[in-house]
Nanobody, 121 residues
Framework: QVQLVESGGGLVQPGGSLRLSCVAS????????MGWYRQAPGKQRELVAT???????NYADSVKGRFTISRDSAKNAVYLQMNSLKPEDTAVYYC???????????????WGQGTQVTVSS
């Protein structure tokens, strides 16, 4: 089964930086895209950034210029470098992957368990 394992969350002061990592493992034939979503208390889950395995990126307006998404195809991994963090960035961050697997066959969305990012002084 395909699994996504996240790491890198934690507590940081405003203006600081964090780097989130997500590694996919299991019966993977190919990856179409991976990305990061976040959910703050009382709010719906929102897109933060996505990257296709061809390298095309997409960012939410609120993080443009501050966050950078990247991928390592050899490791089936996606990263989110978060700079100039603001209290408004506080949320649970979830890794997502659009992955072609064998069980079941086809492209499906897989989700990590979520990692807490807290920006506070």
């Amino acid at each position: 089964q395909v699994q996504l394992v996240e790491s890198g969350g934690g507590l940081v002061q405003p203006g600081g930086s964090l780097r989130l990592s997500c590694v996919a493992s299991g019966s993977i034939l190919s990856i179409n895209a991976m990305g990061w979503y976040r959910q703050a208390p009382g709010k719906q889950r929102e897109l933060v950034a996505t990257i296709t395995w061809g390298g095309n990126t997409n960012y939410a307006d609120s993080v443009k210029g501050r966050f950078t998404i990247s991928r390592d195809s050899a490791k089936n991994a996606v990263y989110l470098q978060m700079n100039s963090l603001k209290p408004e960035d506080t949320a649970v961050y979830y890794c997502n992957g659009r992955i072609y697997g064998l069980s079941p066959r086809g492209f499906h969305d897989f989700w990590g368990q979520g990692t807490q990012v807290t920006v506070s002084s």
